[in-house]
């Protein structure tokens, strides 16, 4: 599958991946502690810094970037309309922050590394019977679908600008949950005969 994980260095790869994803995890929940739209407006400014100071690092997500930009645009103008501006605002900033963070973690971490640290985490629950390598599996197959998608979906859409001058849209729905459902069953079956030799 697709990967986001960019090949270009940056300050952050060094960083382990247990220290990034307990630090990025902490400031991903502290937003939901206040509703002080100034610290929440920090947050964000901060989380843009981080984000760009990882340089040539962040061209695989641009157009990732753009459609959270987007998507923070058109929350922001529903709530507007609701006569909910500030909600509006505190929803953008949060998103923007929580968004900016994970891409940040997805570029810069291999997905076998976020494996070992889920392990890890959940290691204490084999005490009380759970299998957590099978958990840890789970978890790390939907990280790694989810940045797949957007993998997906960024091909596809340079596919049909080749060949049309226009970007994909709606258009691309059909092929991309075909794509998408294709993955899942190939990954599945490959899991299904590892798992039973």
């Known amino acids: 599958m697709g990967s986001l994980y960019s090949e270009h260095r940056s300050w952050l790869h060094s960083v382990p991946a247990a220290v990034k994803l307990l630090l990025f995890a902490c400031l991903g929940t502290a937003q939901?502690?206040?509703?002080?739209?100034?610290?929440?407006?920090?947050?964000a400014v901060a989380s843009s810094i981080l984000f760009?100071?990882?340089?040539?690092?962040?061209?695989?997500?641009?157009?990732l970037v753009a459609s959270v930009v987007l998507a923070s645009l058109l929350i922001l103008a529903f709530h507007v309309y609701m006569q909910q501006a500030i909600l509006g605002w505190l929803s953008v900033?949060?998103?923007?922050?929580?968004?900016?963070?994970?891409?940040?973690?997805?570029l810069t971490t291999r997905t076998g590394d976020l494996l070992n640290v889920l392990e890890r985490?959940?290691?204490?629950?084999?005490?009380?019977?759970?299998?957590?390598?099978?958990?840890?599996l789970q978890l790390a197959m939907m990280?790694?679908?989810?940045?797949?998608?957007?993998?997906?979906?960024?091909?596809?859409?340079?596919?049909h600008r080749l060949r049309t001058g226009k970007a994909g849209g709606l258009r691309l729905l059909a092929p991309l949950t075909i794509h998408?459902?294709?993955?899942?069953?190939?990954?599945?079956?490959?899991?299904?005969?590892?798992?039973?030799?």
Do not use: C, N
Not at 32 to 43: A, F, V
Not at 52 to 63: D, E, F, H
């Open 52 to 63: 760009i100071s990882l340089g040539r690092a962040i061209v695989p997500a641009r157009k």
């Open 180 to 197: 998408m459902l294709t993955s899942a069953r190939r990954v599945a079956d490959t899991l299904e005969m590892r798992m039973g030799e």
């Open 32 to 43: 939901y502690w206040t509703d002080d739209i100034s610290l929440l407006g920090m947050g």
């Open 143 to 159: 990280l790694r679908f989810t940045e797949h998608f957007f993998v997906v979906w960024k091909r596809l859409d340079d596919a």
């Open 93 to 106: 900033l949060r998103l923007l922050s929580a968004s900016l963070l994970g891409i940040a973690l997805t």
């Open 121 to 136: 985490l959940l290691s204490p629950l084999q005490r009380v019977g759970i299998k957590t390598e099978r958990l840890a």
